[in-house]
């Protein structure tokens, strides 16, 4: 079906939504929304697409099919609720919001949505990655036996530009954390999804070097205990030299299993399965992934089931009360 779709929010990564928008075929961009000017000059100046402030404005003049809300975290809600209220499908950015309550509104909104309404997917793109739906197959099928435990880090790096280009990635108020929820949730994401939910937490985050612009966190520590009685020890920090891959690793009674670029199977008979991961050109930045695109033809194409779509609110919510609870913990 021909979808005409939106981009809220004219930032960063609005550029790998605008690239999926251009590849699906019978997709176009029909507009764009943001509160600056400046950016909304811009973003008609690049796409031919006119610019509005709201998202009613938007609906109003060029009734999109779909909405894919890319703003600042404390900005999720807001246009997600007003377009859903127009009827309009929403794909929307991590996380879910910037706070627990926040994060609540947009569950039950969700859920009281009737099945013929509209829908609202939530962009955890790294679950469609090779590694990751592979690694969920072979936990579907049983053949890796019991989890034993499991370890997870992201090791990444930014610089103090990072902060000061973008103030509110730096504040409690709009970004509703630091590491945690802007980087490494995706990974707390995967841990969640892949090996079931969390019941207990121990944890601690501290700011170790970017105190001086930021005043959350830029590096964290977790013991994350599973509902099935096992744990995974999770490590992310944003102060290394260099980007690391992101590592997810499991001990299990038949197999020893790494995601890292890629999913390296080592059982213990001896023999070694490896699936190679996607590469994906793009505009935007290499660590947000391959599988955007993946995500949001998926969506579009479900548009018209009576289903939910399987990232939703009610999935988002699990990330984000794991890493709220860390910083709860931590006293933060």
Same mark, same amino acid.
């Given at each position: 079906m021909?979808?005409?779709?939106a981009v &809220?929010?004219w930032?960063?990564?609005?550029?790998?939504?605008r690239?999926?928008?251009d590849?699906?075929?019978d997709?176009?961009l029909?507009?764009?929304v943001?509160? *600056?000017p400046?950016r909304?000059a811009?973003?008609t100046?690049e796409t031919?697409?006119?610019a509005?402030a709201?998202v009613d *404005?938007?609906?109003d003049?060029?009734g999109?099919?779909v909405?894919?809300?890319?703003?600042?975290?404390?900005?999720?809600?807001e246009?997600?609720l007003a377009a859903?209220?127009?009827g309009?499908?929403?794909i929307?950015e991590?996380?879910l919001?910037?706070?627990?309550?926040?994060g609540?509104?947009l569950?039950?909104?969700?859920a009281a949505?009737?099945?013929?309404?509209?829908?609202?997917?939530?962009c955890f793109?790294n679950?469609?990655n090779?590694?990751?739906?592979?690694?969920?197959?072979l936990l579907?099928?049983?053949?890796?036996g019991?989890?034993k435990g499991?370890y997870?880090s992201?090791v $990444?790096?930014?610089?103090?530009d990072?902060?000061?280009?973008?103030?509110w990635r730096?504040? $409690?108020e709009?970004?509703?954390?630091?590491?945690? @929820?802007?980087q490494?949730?995706?990974t707390?994401?995967? &841990?969640?999804w892949?090996?079931? *939910? %969390?019941?207990?937490?121990a944890?601690y985050v501290?700011?170790?070097k970017?105190g001086?612009?930021?005043e959350?966190? *830029?590096?964290?520590e977790?013991?994350?205990?599973?509902?099935?009685?096992f744990?995974?020890?999770f490590?992310a920090?944003l102060?290394?030299p260099q980007h690391r891959p992101v590592?997810i690793?499991?001990d299990c009674?038949n197999a020893?299993?790494?995601l890292?670029?890629?999913?390296t199977?080592? $059982?213990?008979?001896?023999?070694v399965d490896?699936?190679?991961?996607?590469?994906?050109?793009s505009?935007?930045?290499s660590? $947000?992934? %391959?599988?955007?695109e993946l995500?949001?033809?998926?969506?579009?194409?479900?548009?018209?089931?009576p289903?939910?779509?399987? @990232?939703?609110?009610a999935?988002?919510?699990k990330?984000?009360?794991?890493?709220?609870?860390?910083?709860e %913990?931590?006293?933060?």
């Amino acid at each position: 079906m021909a979808v005409r779709a939106a981009v &809220v929010g004219w930032g960063d990564v609005a550029v790998i939504h605008r690239e999926a928008i251009d590849a699906i075929e019978d997709a176009t961009l029909v507009g764009v929304v943001d509160t *600056d000017p400046a950016r909304r000059a811009a973003a008609t100046a690049e796409t031919g697409a006119p610019a509005f402030a709201s998202v009613d *404005d938007l609906v109003d003049a060029v009734g999109p099919d779909v909405v894919h809300v890319a703003t600042p975290h404390d900005q999720h809600v807001e246009p997600t609720l007003a377009a859903l209220a127009r009827g309009v499908h929403v794909i929307q950015e991590k996380p879910l919001a910037a706070t627990l309550a926040e994060g609540q509104r947009l569950v039950d909104a969700a859920a009281a949505l009737p099945a013929s309404g509209p829908k609202i997917g939530i962009c955890f793109q790294n679950r469609y990655n090779v590694s990751s739906q592979e690694l969920r197959r072979l936990l579907d099928s049983g053949t890796l036996g019991a989890i034993k435990g499991a370890y997870a880090s992201v090791v $990444w790096t930014r610089i103090a530009d990072y902060y000061r280009a973008k103030p509110w990635r730096g504040t $409690w108020e709009h970004s509703g954390g630091g590491l945690l @929820i802007n980087q490494a949730i995706h990974t707390l994401d995967l &841990v969640q999804w892949l090996l079931g *939910d %969390v019941t207990d937490i121990a944890g601690y985050v501290a700011t170790h070097k970017y105190g001086d612009v930021s005043e959350v966190e *830029d590096t964290a520590e977790m013991l994350l205990t599973h509902a099935g009685g096992f744990q995974t020890s999770f490590y992310a920090t944003l102060t290394a030299p260099q980007h690391r891959p992101v590592e997810i690793e499991l001990d299990c009674e038949n197999a020893y299993v790494t995601l890292r670029n890629g999913l390296t199977v080592a $059982w213990n008979d001896g023999r070694v399965d490896r699936y190679e991961e996607r590469a994906a050109p793009s505009g935007g930045r290499s660590y $947000w992934g %391959v599988s955007h695109e993946l995500l949001i033809r998926d969506f579009y194409a479900k548009l018209a089931d009576p289903e939910p779509f399987w @990232i939703s609110p009610a999935e988002a919510m699990k990330s984000l009360r794991i890493l709220k609870r860390t910083y709860e %913990v931590s006293g933060r």
